[in-house]
């Protein structure tokens, strides 16, 4: 079973950075998708982004492209998310997931991202 664990999160002044980063062990994860997703006060989890294994194709939110980038280092098992021009509607829980082709996610245990107005 794979653990994934996410850090980086924090608060952040509207228009401000951060990077996300999510250490996987237990297994290797090149093969694996990996993806983030957040869940806001009172909302759904949703989407963010995702990145494949093989290949590295990327995949956004359409309302998060051309601020969040999600990147992977397979060397380390690590997966980010860079966020940028982080607005108070991006406050959210965000968790790590991966997934094993052909299987369900296995997701983090998440890390808060407040960004203040």
């Known amino acids: 079973q794979v653990q994934l664990v996410e850090s980086g999160g924090g608060l952040v002044q509207a228009g401000g950075s951060l990077r996300l980063s999510c250490a996987a062990s237990?297994?290797?994860?090149?093969?694996?998708?990996m993806g983030w997703f957040r869940r806001a006060p009172g909302k759904e989890r949703e989407f963010v982004a995702a990145?494949?294994?093989?290949?590295?194709?990327?995949y956004y939110a359409d309302s998060l492209k051309g601020r969040f980038t999600i990147s992977r280092d397979n060397a380390n098992n690590t997966v980010y998310l860079q966020m940028n021009s982080l607005k108070p509607e991006d406050t959210a829980v965000y968790y790590c997931?991966?997934?094993?082709?052909?299987?369900?996610?296995?997701w983090g245990q998440g890390t808060q991202v407040t960004v203040s107005s």
């Open positions: 237990g297994r290797t994860l090149t093969s694996d998708s």
């Open positions: 990145i494949t294994g093989i290949g590295g194709r990327t």
């Open positions: 997931a991966a997934q094993k082709p052909g299987s369900s996610w296995n």
